[in-house]
């Protein structure tokens, strides 16, 4: 047992991404320099990669040659999240994220720049215009190049 334990817990030297373009499936591999055990979520952004754990928030952004550019803190407690083709990267918090310490997963919703710096934050925004909290972001979508549509307790709609 002690073996299994030590197995599960020993992070991957590095992370295998299978993806489709059309009809052509492609393989790629990054290499796991800070000892990542899960990868939560991969998504394709500037000319690279997005790889993100939903818990921790840590988000390492590579290149097209699957070469580590920068690491980023999104915050803990990641449900959602989607890059757009102007470089912003768009995070939904469940309620851990939320209610679970300071981090900036508070906010409900975070929009970033291509660096990592919040450029919207839904909990300031939702304060302002007098709309609901996001206890947990259950769906995070685009549905077109100007608009944003989630699901919370309360459906809400951007356009």
């Given at each position: 047992?002690?073996?299994?334990?030590?197995?599960?817990?020993?992070?991957?030297?590095?992370?295998?991404l299978i993806?489709?373009?059309?009809?052509t499936?492609?393989?790629?591999?990054?290499?796991?320099?800070q000892g990542?055990?899960?990868?939560?979520?991969?998504?394709?952004?500037d000319?690279g990669?997005?790889?993100?754990?939903?818990?921790?928030?840590?988000?390492r952004?590579?290149?097209?040659?699957?070469?580590?550019?920068r690491?980023?803190?999104l915050?803990?407690?990641?449900?959602?999240?989607n890059?757009?083709?102007?470089?912003?990267?768009?995070?939904?918090?469940?309620?851990?994220g939320?209610?679970?310490?300071?981090g900036?997963?508070?906010?409900?919703?975070v929009?970033?720049?291509?660096?990592?710096?919040?450029?919207?934050?839904?909990?300031?925004f939702?304060?302002?215009?007098?709309l609901p909290?996001?206890d947990?972001?259950?769906s995070?979508?685009?549905?077109?190049?100007?608009?944003?549509?989630?699901?919370?307790?309360?459906?809400?709609?951007?356009?």
């Open positions: 047992m002690d073996a299994m334990i030590q197995w599960t817990d020993t992070p991957p030297k590095r992370h295998h993806y489709w373009e059309g009809a499936t492609r393989q790629i591999t990054f290499e796991n320099p990542l055990t899960t990868t939560s979520f991969a998504q394709k952004f000319d990669w997005l790889i993100v754990a939903a818990r921790g928030g840590l988000a952004v590579f290149d097209n040659q699957q070469k580590l550019v690491s980023l803190d915050s803990d407690g990641i449900e959602h999240v890059t757009t083709a102007e470089g912003h990267i768009w995070v939904g918090y469940f309620d851990e939320v209610y679970g310490g300071s900036i997963g508070s906010e409900g919703l929009c970033f720049d291509a660096a990592g710096r919040p450029i919207f934050k839904y909990a300031e939702a304060e302002k215009e007098k909290h996001i947990d972001c259950y995070l979508m685009f549905p077109g190049r100007r608009s944003i549509s989630l699901i919370t307790q309360t459906f809400l709609w951007f356009g």
